[in-house]
Structure formats: C-alpha cells, structure tokens
C-alpha cells in the first residue's frame, strides 16, 4: 500500500504544522500507520505510529509536541506537530508496510524496504 504525505511547510520554531497521510482504497490501509522522517546523510527515523486498537507510541524526541491520529472515513492518518524545533526540519514520510529496526538510540527503518510516496518537507526556522 503506497500512502502520500502532505501537508509540510516552512514553520517559525514554536509554531505547529499538521501533516496528512492518504492512502487510496480500502480503509484498512490505513490500520497500522507509521510517520518516518529524514534528513540528508542520516536514517530514516520512526517518528510516531498508530495501530488497529488505536494505541500510539512515539520517538523520545517528540513525545509531547506530536500527536498522530486517524479518521478511517477520510481514510487519512494525521501528524500534528507542535512546539516545533529547528531539529525537526526534514522529509516526512508515512508507511503502512515497513518494518522499522530499534536501537538504544530509537527506530529507523530502511528506505528501500517497501513502497514510499514522496514525503512531504517541513523546515523549521529559528
């Protein structure tokens, strides 16, 4: 399943962006739901996820500013992120088929493990 984020945009540090995950076809799709990121020379990381019961989990670095929903009618997942930080600016990218790796310093995923959209760029300025 191919999802396409939108949504990104340039944002002053402090302020809020909410990015959107659509997927075509079945709402299922969109049961279990990841948000990636990445900057230039570095993984892709695991930002927050969503599963079928709804439980969310999130990396250290955004726990508290971002929040990721669902509406399942709209067949859409959302980020809504806030309090942004200059260390926030990267491609965001969402994923309903890659198996992400922990390490003690969070979760990556291999970008050439499934199918990804685009991403959607967001820069935070200071």
């Known amino acids: 399943v191919q999802l396409q984020a939108s949504g990104g945009g340039l944002v002053q540090a402090g302020g809020s962006l909410k990015l959107s995950c659509a997927a075509s076809?079945?709402?299922?799709?969109?049961?279990?739901v990841g948000w990636y990121r990445q900057t230039p020379g570095k993984q892709r990381e695991l930002v927050a996820t969503?599963?079928?019961?709804?439980?969310?989990n999130y990396a250290d670095s955004v726990k508290g500013r971002f929040t990721i929903s669902r509406d399942s009618a709209k067949n859409t997942v959302y980020l809504q992120m806030n309090s942004l930080k200059s260390e926030d600016t990267a491609v965001y990218y969402c994923?309903?088929?890659?198996?992400?790796?922990?390490?003690?310093?969070?979760?990556?995923?291999?970008?050439?493990?499934?199918?990804w959209g685009q991403g959607t760029l967001v820069t935070v300025s200071s």
């Open positions: 969503i599963v079928t019961s709804g439980s969310t």
């Open positions: 076809g079945s709402s299922s799709s969109i049961d279990n």
């Open positions: 994923n309903a088929d890659a198996i992400p790796y922990c390490t003690g310093n969070g979760c990556y995923v291999d970008a050439t493990d499934g199918s």
